[in-house]
Nanobody
Framework: QVQLVESGGGLVQAGGSLRLSCLHS????????MAWFRQAPGKERDLVAI???????NYADYVKGRFTISRDNAKNTVYLQMNSLKPEDTAVYYC?????????WGQGTQVTVSS
């Protein structure tokens, strides 16, 4: 069973940076597309960024140019580098692994950006 554990969230001032990490275990990490989602209070969970098994990336418009998703297959880890953070980036950030019809979620990590 795939397990995902996020880390790196916290409180940061607007304009600051954070790097989230997601450690994948219980499966062959390199065979999964990996993604970051986020969910603000009272809102739906939205896709932030995705990275394929081949390393191609795609981003939500509201984070393009500010966030970077990457993966290290040797460490079974996906990262989300978040720069120029804004108060509206405040949310719980979730890591997700996808392969075929199977999708797995982490428990989430809170990111709070103060103005």
């Amino acid at each position: 069973q795939v397990q995902l554990v996020e880390s790196g969230g916290g409180l940061v001032q607007a304009g600051g940076s954070l790097r989230l990490s997601c450690l994948h275990s219980g499966g062959t990490f390199s065979s999964y597309a990996m993604a970051w989602f986020r969910q603000a209070p009272g809102k739906e969970r939205d896709l932030v960024a995705i990275i394929t098994t081949g390393g191609s990336t795609n981003y939500a418009d509201y984070v393009k140019g500010r966030f970077t998703i990457s993966r290290d297959n040797a460490k079974n880890t996906v990262y989300l580098q978040m720069n120029s953070l804004k108060p509206e980036d405040t949310a719980v950030y979730y890591c997700s692994a996808v392969r075929g019809l199977s999708r797995y979620w982490g428990q989430g990590t809170q990111v709070t950006v103060s103005s």
